[in-house]
């Protein structure tokens, strides 16, 4: 599969992917974290700190996860949502794409 991001400037990022079935992802049977394991990657980034980069999670049958902080521009934010801005019935007018980059 792939996720498709067009911007103002013409360039387009892909990024390639596969869903990940229930049966590949980690999971916390117990939801309280006792049978899994966390596992601490890269650490510091911009701010030469000890904030992990990434964190790797692996359940009692070996699967695993990774997440990674929220960033924008390169930077780790608290990210406070998204919005997602759709035109109304009438479009964007005579413009042939949003006024924001347009996901596929």
Same mark, same amino acid.
């Given at each position: =599969?792939?996720?498709?991001? !067009?911007?103002? *400037? ?6 390639? @992917?596969? +869903?990940?079935?229930? $049966? ?26 000890? =904030?992990?980069?990434?964190? !790797?999670?692996? *359940? ?6 990774? @997440?990674? +902080?929220a960033?924008? $521009? ?21 413009r042939?794409?949003?006024?924001f980059?347009?996901?596929?």
């Amino acid at each position: =599969m792939e996720h498709i991001t !067009r911007y103002p *400037d013409g360039s387009v990022l892909v990024h390639h @992917y596969e +869903p990940m079935a229930s $049966d590949r992802r980690p999971q916390d049977p117990t939801r309280d974290g006792a049978s899994l394991t966390f596992e601490t990657l890269e650490h510091g980034g911009a701010c030469l700190d000890a =904030m992990p980069q990434a964190i !790797r999670i692996i *359940d009692s049958e070996g699967r695993s996860c990774l @997440y990674f +902080p929220a960033m924008v $521009d390169g930077q780790v934010v608290n990210s406070q949502g998204f919005e997602l801005f759709a035109p109304d019935r009438t479009g964007w007018g005579e413009r042939s794409s949003p006024p924001f980059p347009s996901v596929e």
